[in-house]
């Protein structure tokens, strides 16, 4: 069992910064990677970044450029650094223990409670 507990969300004006945390405990000796997603309201939740216990990262589109996704394995913590915030980018943002793939990230059963940003024009 592996548990999440995502930090850092908050207020900030568009073109701000943000830095979110995602702090795992448990069985992380078992994790192969971890991924950001967000689900804004009436929506699926996405794929925001992903990194593997490698260290090997991908992104979704829209964030290229904006967003960094990195680790600190010695405190079993990811962060999102994400800048150049758009008010769009409001929403939840859960992290989540998964399968780091060629060509896609596939999530599994284990997902923090989220942390809310909130993006003001």
């Known amino acids: 069992q592996v548990q999440l507990v995502e930090s850092g969300g908050g207020l900030v004006q568009a073109g701000g910064s943000l830095r979110l945390s995602c702090a795992a405990s448990?069985?992380?000796?078992?994790?192969?990677?971890i991924g950001w997603y967000r689900q804004a309201p009436g929506k699926q939740r996405e794929l925001v970044a992903a990194?593997?216990?490698?260290?090997?990262?991908k992104y979704a589109d829209y964030v290229k450029g904006r967003f960094t996704i990195f680790s600190d394995n010695a405190k079993n913590t990811v962060y999102l650094q994400m800048n150049s915030l758009k008010p769009e980018d409001t929403v939840v943002y859960y992290c989540?223990?998964?399968?780091?793939?060629?060509?896609?990230?596939?999530?599994?059963?284990?997902w923090g409670k989220g942390t809310l940003v909130t993006v003001s024009s």
């Open positions: 448990g069985s992380t000796f078992s994790i192969n990677a």
């Open positions: 990194i593997s216990s490698g260290g090997s990262t």
């Open positions: 989540n223990v998964g399968v780091y793939g060629t060509s896609s990230y596939y999530a599994m059963d284990y």
